[in-house]
Nanobody, 124 residues
Framework: QVLLVESGGGLVQAGGSLRLSCAASGRTFSPYAMGWFRQAPGKEREFVAAIRWSGFSTDYADSVKGRFTISRNNARNTVGLQMNSLKPEDTAVYYC?????????????????WGQGTQVTVSS
């Protein structure tokens, strides 16, 4: 069993920045990758970014590319999401997730464990 806990959400004005963090604990943690997804009210959960646990491979949704940066700290079992130039349309609950085996990372169904989510609200 893996427990994921997100932190760092909040309210920010458009153009501002926030940094989300996700800490993993539980069984010996050796995932294939970790990802961030988000879900706005009335919308489906959507992919934001993902990072392989080894190597330097990352992937971003087109809507956040150039504004968001995903990073990891293997020693601390944490993954971060630096969000800059935030827009009102970035408002959503952001979820951290992990997949233990190699699978396409843009699909939420391919992730094994999820955090509880953290609210990000961007005011105009």
């Amino acid at each position: 069993q893996v427990l994921l806990v997100e932190s760092g959400g909040g309210l920010v004005q458009a153009g501002g920045s926030l940094r989300l963090s996700c800490a993993a604990s539980g069984r010996t943690f050796s995932p294939y990758a970790m990802g961030w997804f988000r879900q706005a009210p009335g919308k489906e959960r959507e992919f934001v970014a993902a990072i392989r646990w080894s190597g330097f491979s990352t992937d971003y949704a087109d809507s956040v590319k150039g504004r968001f940066t995903i990073s990891r700290n293997n020693a601390r079992n944490t993954v971060g999401l630096q969000m800059n130039s935030l827009k009102p349309e970035d408002t959503a609950v952001y979820y951290c997730a992990t997949t233990l085996i190699a699978r396409p990372l843009r699909f939420s169904r391919n992730y094994d464990y999820w955090g509880q989510g953290t609210q990000v609200t961007v005011s105009s």
